[in-house]
């Protein structure tokens, strides 16, 4: 049986960091750490420029957004994760190409539409700052704070460590984040850039790469298999899962704007929103490094 293989990236020493982050080192066992227990050791602070984030999206996206369509896509999404992990007891595609990622991405494609043409990745970008690590630590324990906004984790089976895993990552790769991978489009050099028009909004590349990567998988894990092994396989699912566990996580708080109940502050909006995108742009720098750049020293052994 093959499980997801988080030990490679997630160390012990990166769940202490997370919670000396979240200020909560030592009030909770790094390795076995739950959702439940950071949430019950956290004091989360208010955050006005969270606040104001939020509120802005809020603004900018009320009444343009249909619930409906949103459950209905979460439902399907977390349908389709349920099956990978399912499948995932299969491990390498070995008679022929399997399609499991490819049904991940069928499930997440609806989402992504709807959200692209109601202009909230347009919203999204224009309020959301550059991810640094100060600012995602802020949004991350504001997450972690709440048990509503971690519930979307639940339905895609990511509870007690898997769920802290996944925030780990986000506070482990924090300065690389800020560094490489997420820079604020209003902040992008355009005219230093052949072609620099033709980039699109963070939020918009950050959800669209999900797409991109779910579609390339099983024909790469089929074509490259004399290359890897369950390990590989076993990055590929966790990845995969943290992908879609971010796209759920920013539909739920597109959901929220379009059911106008006020279920969420404007301060957690922000952070679900926040903490979405950070784990999908994440998961999307570290698949090709441990599934696609297999060194000689990664490949599975030679026959």
């Known amino acids: 049986m ?13 769940r202490r960091t997370f919670l000396k982050a979240l200020g909560v080192g030592g009030a909770v066992a790094a390795g076995s ?11 989360a602070g208010e955050s006005a420029q969270l606040a104001q984030i939020g509120s802005d999206v809020r603004a900018d996206l009320t009444g343009s957004l249909d619930a409906a369509a949103l459950a209905d896509g979460q439902a399907e ?33 609806p989402i992504y539409d709807h959200l692209e043409t109601t202009g909230f990745f347009q919203s999204t970008d224009a309020h959301l700052p550059q991810f640094e690590p100060s600012y995602l630590e802020s949004a991350v324990s504001t997450f972690v704070g709440s048990e509503a906004l971690t519930e979307p984790l639940a339905s895609l089976g990511l509870t007690d460590g898997d769920g802290v895993d996944l925030l780990t990552e986000v506070i482990a790769n924090a300065e690389e984040l800020d560094a490489y991978h997420w820079v604020a489009s209003e902040e992008i050099p355009r005219s230093q850039i052949e072609f620099g028009e033709k980039i699109p909004p963070m939020t918009k590349a ?14 790469h ?23 879609a566990a971010g796209l759920q996580l920013v ?39 441990d599934v696609y750049w297999v060194t000689e020293e990664m490949r599975a052994p030679r026959n």
């Open 221 to 243: 894990l089929w074509q490259k298999q004399v290359l890897l092994d369950d390990g590989h396989y076993g990055d590929a699912v966790w990845h995969a899962r943290s992908m």
């Open 33 to 43: 750490a739950s959702l439940d227990d950071v949430r019950n050791a956290v004091t």
């Open 77 to 109: 999404l977390a349908s389709a994760v349920s099956s990978l992990t399912a499948a995932a007891e299969q491990g390498l595609p070995a008679a022929e190409q399997r399609a499991e990622f490819e049904s991940l991405a069928t499930a997440s494609q």
């Open 251 to 289: 539909s739920e708080g597109a959901k929220a704007v379009a059911e106008e109940s006020g279920r969420f502050s404007d301060e957690e909006l922000s952070a679900l929103l926040t903490t979405g995108f950070a784990v999908q742009a994440i998961a999307q720098n570290m698949l090709p490094k």
């Open 206 to 219: 950050a959800s669209f790469g999900v797409l991109a990567w779910l579609n390339d998988l099983d024909e």
């Open 2 to 14: 093959v499980t997801e293989n988080t030990n490679g990236q997630i160390s012990d020493e990166d």
